[in-house]
Nanobody, 126 residues
Framework: HVQLVESGGGLVQTGDSLRLSCAAP????????MGWFRQAPGKEREFVAS??????????NYADSVNGRFTISRDNAKNTVYMQMNNLKPEDTAVYYC?????????????????WGQGTQVTVSS
């Protein structure tokens, strides 16, 4: 079992920035693909960003809606994944979830991530 704990959400205004963190205790964290997903009220959970684990090489992938505004990164020494969110918009309002794929499938599909955190709320006011 992989425990994931998100933090960093909050209430901000349009154009502001936030940095989300996802802590994943355990020495195998560095071998997992990690993703961020979000779910707005009344909508399905959707992919936001992912970062793979391929030894010293990592690849990142972003949803079109956040590309250029959000940046995902990982610090394997701290067992933590981050997502820097800049130029936030009201449509970014959602609960943000961190997810882990120990099988390195490099997928954007939420079904490919067996481990999830509890979520952190991000609210962007206009």
């Amino acid at each position: 079992h992989v425990q994931l704990v998100e933090s960093g959400g909050g209430l901000v205004q349009t154009g502001d920035s936030l940095r989300l963190s996802c802590a994943a205790p355990g020495r195998t964290f560095g071998t997992y693909d990690m993703g961020w997903f979000r779910q707005a009220p009344g909508k399905e959970r959707e992919f936001v960003a992912s970062v793979t684990s391929r030894g010293i090489r990592t690849n990142t992938n972003y949803a079109d809606s956040v590309n250029g505004r959000f940046t995902i990164s990982r610090d394997n020494a701290k067992n933590t994944v981050y997502m820097q969110m800049n130029n936030l918009k009201p449509e970014d309002t959602a609960v943000y979830y961190c997810a882990a794929d120990p099988y390195n499938r490099g997928s954007n599909a939420r079904q490919q991530y067996p481990y999830w955190g509890q979520g952190t709320q991000v609210t962007v006011s206009s």
